[in-house]
Nanobody, 126 residues
Framework: QLHLVESGGGLVQPGGSLRLSCAAS????????IGWFRQAPGKEREGVSC????????SYADSVKGRFTISKDNVKNTAYLQMNNLKPDDTAVYYC???????????????????WGEGTLVTVSS
């Protein structure tokens, strides 16, 4: 079976950091772009970041640029989202998703991803 499992969420104070992981099983991430998405209570899901299959191309939402870093380890079959200087507005359930793409593509449409994880909750509060 094909799975994506997120981990690393939790409660953190404003200004703190978390690193989310997205582990794939049943398929290899080598040919897949990975997107991180989030959904806050009462809000629509939004795209946070996307990384190309080989990891060389990355994109970020304006709201997280300079604070979040996406990465991918195709040997470990895992993607990551390093989140620094967290703000209360970053509170949300974070999901990773995978989509089959050419090597350099960073196209991660929210309604076009092939596989989704169950999500991990990030709460930023003092």
């Amino acid at each position: 079976q094909l799975h994506l499992v997120e981990s690393g969420g939790g409660l953190v104070q404003p200004g703190g950091s978390l690193r989310l992981s997205c582990a794939a099983s049943g398929f290899t991430l080598t040919n897949y772009a990975i997107g991180w998405f989030r959904q806050a209570p009462g809000k629509e899901r939004e795209g946070v970041s996307c990384i190309s299959p080989i990891g060389g191309s990355k994109s970020y939402a304006d709201s997280v640029k300079g604070r979040f870093t996406i990465s991918k380890d195709n040997v470990k079959n895992t993607a990551y989202l390093q989140m620094n200087n967290l703000k209360p507005d970053d509170t949300a359930v974070y999901y990773c998703a995978a989509t089959f793409r050419t090597r350099y593509s960073i196209n991660c449409p929210g309604n076009g991803m092939d596989y989704w994880g169950e999500g991990t909750l990030v709460t930023v509060s003092s």
